[in-house]
C-alpha cells in the first residue's frame, strides 16, 4: 500500500513539473513573439516608405495600406486594359493585388542566408531523407518504391547532386536576371548586360543573332521540365560552354544519358528553393531567387513590368500565352520596393536610375525581426540566425567552395553564419531551415 501511494504521489510531482515547464515554455514563446515598440516602428516604416516607393517608382501603380502592418494593396489605374485570361475560368486578370510585406521579407531575408542546391549533404542530413524527400526529385520517381533500393536512386542523381554547395550567399557581387519578354527588342541592353559579374538566363532562350539587345554573357541558365528534356539543345545555345544548369524539376533517364553521351561537360545541378506558395510562381521568379541567394545586388531585364502591354511576348517567337502580367508586374515592384531587386526596361531603361524610398538595411533587418515574431516563425525573435535550424546536423568536411577564395562580403556572411550551411526545408509550416553546423 506504501508503494502505491508513493508511486502516486511521485505521479502527481511529475506531472506538476511538467505543466510548470508547459506553463514557462508557454510564457517564454509569448514573450519571444510579443511586439515591441520598436518591432510596430519597423513595420509601419516599412509599410509607409513601401507606400511612398511604389508611388514613386511603379509607373501608375499605387500602394493602399490593408488591415494590419503587413497588408498591402496593389493597385493598378483604372483605365488599365487588362488581356490576360484565365484558361479555366475566362475572367480577364483583375486590377489589385493583395500582399503580405511580412511575409515577403521574412522569406526573401531566408533566402539571401540560404543555399538554393541540392546536394547530397542535405538529402543525408533530412530525416529519411532518401525514402521521403529524394525520389521526388527523379522523373518516375513513384516507381523507385520511395527509394528503398538507395543505391539506384544515388545513381540516378548522382551527375547532379555535388557533396556540399558549391555557391554561398554573397558570393557574386553584382547579378542580372534576363528574362524572355519581347519588351528586351525595345533597348539595346546588351553591353550593360555584359557588364554584371554574373548573367542568368532562363530555358531555351537564344544569344546569337539577338547580343545587341540580351548580351552573350551567361554564367547559369534556369530550366524548367521542357527545357531540361532538351539538355543536348540548351547546352548548344553558349559557345563557351561553361554556364552552369539549374534544373527546378526533376532529373530523368534521358538527361543522365545525355550528360555521359554527348557528353554535357557544364555543370549541372537541382534547385532547391523556398515556398512562396501562391504570392509568385515561374521560371523568372525562381531565377531571381537563385541569384538573391549568391549575390550582394539583383537586377532584372527582359521581364513585362512596362504599362500599356498589349500580349504576352518572347523576343525570339510568336507572342503565347504566358503568366498573369499584371500580378507578376505588381510583384516584381514589390520586390523593388523592399530592396531586394533593380528593374530595368523600356521606360526604366537609365542605367544610373536611383529607386526612391528604397528601405535602409537597418530597417529591413528591423522588419524582418518584428515579421518573423508575427508569423511564428521558428527562431523568431533572435538577431542570431542559427534560431530559425529546425533540423541541425554535422557538417560534410569536404566543401567545395574554399573559404579561402571568396570574395570579402562572402566571407563576412560565413562569419554571421558561423560556417554553417542553411537550407530552406520545402512545406515547412513555420519556415524551419536544416542546418550543417
Known amino acids: 500500500m506504501r508503494l502505491l501511494r508513493l508511486a502516486f504521489v511521485v505521479s502527481v510531482l511529475f506531472g506538476l513539473v511538467a505543466i510548470l515547464i508547459y506553463i514557462i515554455g508557454v510564457a517564454d514563446l509569448y514573450e519571444t513573439h510579443r511586439l515591441t515598440e520598436e518591432d510596430v516602428e519597423a513595420l509601419h516604416s516599412l509599410q509607409t516608405g513601401f507606400q511612398k516607393c511604389v508611388a514613386a517608382n511603379g509607373l501608375g501603380l499605387q500602394a493602399a495600406l490593408?488591415?494590419?502592418?503587413?497588408?498591402?494593396?496593389?493597385?493598378?489605374?483604372?483605365?488599365?486594359i487588362p488581356k490576360w485570361k484565365d484558361t479555366k475560368t475566362g475572367e480577364l486578370e483583375g486590377l489589385s493585388y493583395e500582399f503580405d510585406l511580412c511575409e515577403a521579407v521574412a522569406t526573401w531575408e531566408q533566402v539571401r542566408n540560404s543555399t538554393t542546391i541540392l546536394t547530397r549533404e542535405f538529402i543525408d542530413s533530412l530525416p529519411n531523407g532518401w525514402e521521403d524527400y529524394a525520389w521526388r526529385r527523379i522523373n518516375k520517381g513513384d516507381h523507385l518504391n520511395r527509394c528503398k533500393n538507395k543505391t539506384l536512386c544515388v545513381e540516378k542523381l548522382s551527375l547532379v547532386l555535388p557533396a556540399t554547395p558549391p555557391y554561398v550567399p554573397r558570393m557574386f557581387r553584382r547579378c542580372a536576371v534576363i528574362g524572355n519578354s519581347g519588351d528586351l527588342l525595345q533597348t539595346r541592353f546588351g553591353k550593360e548586360i555584359d557588364g554584371y559579374d554574373v548573367v542568368i538566363r532562363e530555358n531555351g532562350a537564344p544569344i546569337q543573332n539577338y547580343t545587341e539587345y540580351v548580351g552573350k554573357k551567361c554564367t547559369f541558365r534556369l530550366l524548367n521540365r521542357g527545357s531540361a528534356k532538351a539538355l543536348d539543345k540548351v547546352v548548344m545555345l553558349d559557345e563557351s560552354r561553361k554556364e552552369a544548369l539549374i534544373i527546378k524539376t526533376t532529373i530523368h533517364d534521358a538527361m543522365n544519358q545525355m550528360?555521359?553521351?554527348?557528353?554535357?561537360?557544364?555543370?549541372?545541378?537541382?534547385?532547391?528553393?523556398?515556398?512562396f506558395g501562391s504570392a509568385a510562381k515561374g521560371t523568372g521568379l525562381k531565377a531571381l531567387e537563385f541569384g538573391l541567394s549568391i549575390c550582394d545586388s539583383v537586377d532584372m531585364y527582359g521581364f513585362t513590368v512596362d504599362p500599356g502591354y498589349k500580349e504576352w511576348t518572347r523576343y525570339f517567337s510568336e507572342a503565347r500565352q504566358g503568366h498573369t502580367p499584371l500580378h507578376g508586374r505588381a510583384y516584381y515592384q514589390m520586390m523593388e520596393c523592399l530592396g531586394l531587386i533593380k528593374i530595368h526596361s523600356p521606360i526604366r531603361a537609365e542605367p544610373n536610375r536611383v529607386v526612391q524610398?528604397?528601405?535602409?538595411?537597418?530597417?529591413?533587418?528591423?522588419?524582418?525581426?518584428?515579421?518573423?515574431?508575427?508569423?511564428?516563425?521558428?527562431?523568431?525573435?533572435?538577431?542570431?540566425?542559427?534560431?530559425?535550424c529546425s533540423i541541425v546536423k554535422k557538417q560534410v568536411n569536404l566543401k567545395l567552395t574554399s573559404f579561402l577564395s571568396l570574395r570579402k562580403a562572402a566571407i563576412d556572411h560565413q562569419k554571421y553564419v558561423k560556417s554553417a550551411t542553411l537550407y530552406p526545408l520545402e512545406r515547412s509550416p513555420r519556415h524551419g531551415m536544416l542546418c550543417t553546423v
Open 66 to 80: 490593408g488591415k494590419d502592418y503587413c497588408q498591402v494593396i496593389m493597385q493598378f489605374p483604372a483605365d488599365t
Open 259 to 275: 550528360i555521359r553521351e554527348i557528353p554535357i561537360k557544364n555543370h549541372v545541378y537541382l534547385l532547391l528553393g523556398a515556398s
Open 357 to 388: 524610398w528604397v528601405p535602409e538595411r537597418s530597417l529591413v533587418t528591423a522588419a524582418r525581426i518584428a515579421s518573423e515574431k508575427l508569423l511564428r516563425r521558428i527562431g523568431a525573435g533572435y538577431v542570431d540566425p542559427l534560431r530559425m
